[in-house]
């Protein structure tokens, strides 16, 4: 079986009170994040929240666009 991928674009919200994922209303993924954009915390952090959401290993989360903006593209891998 092949492995397929999948793309989505977040909006992240750094130094939140609370990390969550989630879509607002017109659907657009929005991340909130407890870190600091500072030394890759914040993308750290996005990885693992977006992992635990769709549950699969951090590995198979990377950014594809977007690694120092508020607007990110990910790339996740399913098999």
């Known amino acids: 079986m092949a492995a ?30 407890r870190s600091l954009p500072v030394g890759g915390k914040a993308n750290a952090e996005l990885i693992a929240l977006v992992a635990k959401h769709f549950g699969c290993p951090k590995s198979a989360i990377s950014i594809k666009r977007g690694g120092t903006g508020r607007k990110k593209l990910l790339k996740i891998e399913s098999e």
């Not at 991928?5 to 879509?23: D, M, N, T, W, Y």
């Not at 209303?25 to 929005?30: C, E, F, H, L, M």
């Open 4 to 33: 397929e991928s999948r793309f989505i674009e977040v909006k992240v919200k750094p130094h939140s009170g609370a990390s969550r994922l989630g879509q607002d209303q017109s659907g657009a993924w929005v991340a909130e994040l």
